[in-house]
């Protein structure tokens, strides 16, 4: 039994010197707070904050990441061929300098003067403007084609070429067009694709957007089925606001043409020009899908449900633009004519695929809708003829027996007046026998109501008040006789009254 436990006492030899190898004891942690940790003798202590701040910084993933970017930065920017580039770039800009001053006193002197006058004068313009930067563009090309000639590579000239290029376009739109809507959109068109090409990835750009489609009709039997890509979008975008411009600009162009056709009347070249306006950006649509090989007859498949939710939601839009058409094709109305609608009295300046501009008397312009003349009708005091008759009511006493000379004095004021017409005669006519006064109408025609109403009638009736006053006639005022008769009923004095009351 002492041998059997003797040798369970013994511990095991150790395998191998490695486990022999004394454990290294962990650091005793203080449970008093702020008290610091315990290191155990013949350690070092930890680097205080080193390590958790390494791991949330990831230091070392940030200086590979910098050592990186500069090995990068050796092989591809500071090597001969980037300094040979950027040598051309600086020295590009001594000839287009010398250059660009003669190209724009060569489009000055000899194109501008031979071009009419127009979008095509504002085009040399713009290029006489931008000539030393078009000199630019030409000499970076020519320094590009002797790179490229040595086979190295010229990736800074032509990124150089590129941002340039975008920044003559923009300029050019701004000059030609002047319109603050297509500059923007040359802007944000012509900055990201030049920034993009710059930077070499303009390329992986496009095959992105011609990866990212979308189906609008599925395969049927043997129709395939009708995909759209977003570089399709993109694409259409771009050549619709190209002919959408062009659109615009032959549509006012043909405005003006018509403008000098005086065998046309105001009311159907309204007429032309709203049909222009509704036709040609359709057609510039049309055109566009059709560039980037859109099948239209795909269109039949959803048109259906597009086209009736276009009409309810723009259902008074669209009842408009038919009003203006009706407006124009039975020519109740047309520019130029005084009207007076809705309690509103002007003329006519414009008629618009939605509304009709009229310019009042107060240099107001008001622009009502189309649909307000169909429904609730207008007074066009120039319809057929521009002559118009005006009323001015007046009265006269009844101590004045002569009536014939009231009527006298009347037409000779109106007559005074230089915009009454002669012919017809302006006439004064007695209408009744009023509570206060003998009522007159006097009636006389002008021929140019644009000018205004109001004001001739008041000459007229300034004229009627000094005539009359000239000769002794008064113009009365109402006025009431109140006859009381007595009664044999007592009325109580004030006193009595009062005594009553208080009882």
């Known amino acids: 039994m002492q041998e059997t436990d003797a040798q369970t006492d013994q511990t095991p030899p150790p395998a191998n010197e490695a486990d022999a190898a004394p454990q290294q004891a962990e650091p005793v942690t203080s449970d008093i707070p702020g008290e610091a940790a315990v290191t155990p003798p013949g350690q070092t202590p930890p ?20 050592l990186e970017l500069w090995a990068w930065t050796q092989e591809n920017i500071l090597t001969l061929n980037m300094l040979i580039q950027l040598g051309l770039l600086l020295i590009a800009f001594v000839p287009a300098i010398i250059f660009g001053p003669k190209l724009k006193r060569l489009i000055e002197k000899h194109v501008r003067h031979r071009v009419p006058a127009g979008i095509l004068r504002r085009a040399c ?9 078009i000199a630019l563009w030409i000499t970076l090309g020519i320094f590009m084609s002797f790179v490229g000639a040595m086979d190295a590579s010229n990736g800074l000239l032509s990124a150089a070429q590129s941002l340039l290029a975008a920044a003559i376009f923009i300029r050019l739109v701004t000059l030609i067009i002047r319109s603050p809507f297509w500059s923007k959109v040359a802007f944000y068109v012509a900055w990201p694709i030049a920034a993009l090409d710059a930077f070499g990835i303009l390329g992986d750009v496009v095959a992105q957007l011609e ?51 005086e065998e046309l009347n105001p009311s159907f070249r309204a007429l032309l020009e709203k049909i222009l306006n509704f036709a040609l950006p359709i057609i510039a649509l049309v055109i566009a899908l059709q560039m980037i090989g859109f099948n239209l007859a795909s269109l039949a498949v959803f048109s259906g449900a597009v086209g009736l939710g276009i009409g309810l939601g723009l259902q008074k839009v669209i009842g408009n633009f038919l009003a203006g058409f009706t407006l124009l094709a039975d020519k109740s109305i047309k520019p130029g004519d005084t009207i007076e609608v809705d309690g509103v009295f002007g003329w006519i300046t414009e008629m618009k695929s939605r509304y009709v501009a009229i310019r009042t008397r107060d240099g107001h312009n008001i622009l009502m809708p189309n649909s307000i003349f169909i429904d609730e009708g207008v007074v066009n005091w120039s319809h057929s003829d521009r002559a118009v008759r005006i009323h001015a009511p007046f009265g006269v006493t009844y101590d004045q027996r002569d009536l ?15 915009r009454v017409l002669e012919t017809p005669k302006p006439v004064c006519n007695l209408m009744e026998f009023g509570d206060s006064s003998v009522n007159f109408d006097l009636r006389f025609w002008i021929n140019d109501p644009p000018n205004g109403i109001s004001n001739v009638k008041s000459e007229v009736m300034m004229g009627i008040w000094e005539r009359l006053h000239e000769n002794g006639i008064e113009i009365p005022f109402p006025q009431r006789d109140l006859h009381i008769k007595s009664s044999a009923v007592t009325l109580p004095t004030l006193t009595e009254a009062k005594v009553e009351a208080s009882e």
Request: no cysteine.
């Open 47 to 66: 680097a205080q904050g080193d390590s958790g701040l390494s791991e949330i910084l990831a230091v070392d993933g940030l200086r590979q990441r910098g």
């Open 125 to 133: 313009d713009a290029l006489a403007t931008v000539a030393t930067l």
């Open 211 to 261: 990866a990212a489609s979308l189906t609008l009709a599925p395969a049927e039997g043997d129709n395939a089925a009708v995909t759209i890509s977003m570089l399709d979008i993109v694409r259409a975008g771009i050549i619709f606001a190209i002919f959408f411009w062009i659109a615009s600009f032959a549509s006012s162009l043909i405005s003006r043409q018509l403008e000098n056709v």
């Open 404 to 418: 014939r000379l009231v009527q006298k004095l009347a037409t000779e004021a109106a007559a005074e007046v230089p």
